[in-house]
């Protein structure tokens, strides 16, 4: 057997409906010891409380409550906004917005409301005396994302045609269409940044209040989270200096050196206190390219529809402001290239790294792959390993305390 591991954070898939007996089987076939299970909307929040709560699983899963950046703009500001007032309002692109797109769309949610329930939720689990950690997550800012023709990644019953276009030269005509079991094919349209912004910012607040760790997702925006981040904690520490949010995990982490340099720089630690640490954590998916990546499509296809529209160069911020050619690769334009993701890890303190896979338990869960979750971990270990020179036993050990240290418990 492999070393004994944690996924730092891990998901279910957006077509994953139910959990029932998901947690026996974790509890039963896992080798991985702990596994912060992002939630990423209204939807599969419930989801994964009922893993936390489940008897089986209770002790392997960590929460993870957040809203992510690709549902953000399911949820209104307003809650008596209009349906089309809202989406008009969030959406951002440079040609206009299907009528028929706008159908797919379902009744935005109030993000105040939403936000009152994820905090009682927080508060609940950690009253329980065997739940030590939450963590608030996933929440981030992404440039890139363009929203799928279904709506929503995980929208079951929306329809598109064969060549993707949401059915807008072709409404009355349903012989072509089909239901979304699959990724779907993504639209022109993305999340304007300002409700993003608000999005993010209102979760910071949260984990800010609860004092919890987040995990933050950044896509071609590393100086506006750094920013972001900073500020907030900077401008609430003169009224809490007691308060802050004690640990930032940026997941599947995909910036430059120099922005990485940025948070482990004694100007930034100097800035966040001693009692804010900030890790990086890299996943197979995303940051080894050229390893055998498990193919669980779904969140992690979507990925590569978005970075192949990408032209920018690796690492870099870019505006996004208009939808790119489906060119280019995973390599090139979402994650580090080879020498890139080498100098990066080089550059890193050991005590600030972390190891996660961004996939879904429940396919790896499914009564045929449980195995392949603790290959997908061990992977990106050796890689690090292979890069720090160290051995495989001391990786695991550094690794492992500095999982203990983002949650608290070092």
Not at 73 to 88: I, M
Not at 201 to 225: D, F
Not at 327 to 344: P, V
Request: hydrophobic share 30%; aromatic share 8%; proline share 5%.
């Amino acid at each position: 057997m492999g070393p004994y591991l944690y996924d730092s954070h891990c998901h279910l898939s957006p077509y994953c409906l139910a959990v029932d007996g998901l947690g026996s089987t974790i509890d039963n076939d896992s080798s991985v010891c702990q596994m912060a299970l992002m939630s990423t909307n209204h939807f599969d929040m419930e989801l994964v409380l009922q893993l936390a709560r489940s008897s089986a699983s209770s002790q392997v899963i960590i929460p993870c409550i957040g809203v992510h950046p690709w549902y953000s703009h399911l949820f209104a500001a307003n809650g008596t906004v209009s349906h089309e007032d809202h989406y008009l309002g969030v959406i951002k692109s440079s040609e206009s917005i299907s009528p028929s797109f706008l159908q797919k769309l379902p009744a935005p949610v109030s993000f105040p409301s939403h936000m009152t329930r994820m905090e009682q939720q927080i508060t609940k689990l950690l009253q329980d005396g065997s739940r030590k950690v939450v963590i608030v997550g996933e929440i981030g800012i992404d440039k890139l994302f363009r929203i799928p023709w279904s709506g929503f990644l995980g929208n079951t019953e929306a329809r598109y045609n064969k060549t993707g276009d949401n059915d807008k030269d072709n409404e009355n005509n349903n012989s072509d269409t089909k239901i979304l079991t699959t990724v779907p094919p993504l639209s022109p349209y993305r999340v304007s940044m300002d409700h993003q912004l608000y999005i993010f910012k209102e979760q910071l607040a949260l984990a800010w209040r609860t004092q919890l760790p987040i995990s933050v997702h950044c896509v071609k925006a590393h100086g506006l989270i750094y920013d972001t981040i900073m500020e907030f904690i900077t401008s609430n520490k003169k009224h809490a200096p007691t308060t802050t949010i004690p640990a930032i995990c940026l997941h599947s982490y995909t910036g430059s050196v120099d922005s990485a340099k940025r948070w482990v720089s004694k100007k930034t630690r100097e800035k966040l206190g001693k009692k804010t640490k900030v890790f990086f954590s890299f996943s197979k998916v995303l940051n080894c390219p050229d390893s055998d990546i498990s193919e669980q499509g779904t969140g992690s296809d979507i990925s590569k529809q978005i970075i192949a529209s990408d032209t920018s160069k690796p690492g870099t911020d870019s505006d996004a402001s208009k939808p790119g050619t489906n060119s280019g690769s995973l390599k090139n334009c979402y994650s580090k290239s080879e020498t890139e993701f080498i100098k990066l890890v080089q550059m890193l303190p050991e005590d600030t790294i972390l190891i996660e896979t961004d996939l879904s338990i429940d396919k790896y869960y499914n009564g045929t792959n449980q195995s392949q979750h603790s290959c997908d971990l061990q992977a990106v270990l050796r890689q690090i390993c292979n890069i720090k020179g160290w051995s495989l036993d001391q990786g695991t050990t550094v690794l492992n305390d500095n999982w203990n240290k983002f949650k608290g418990e070092a």
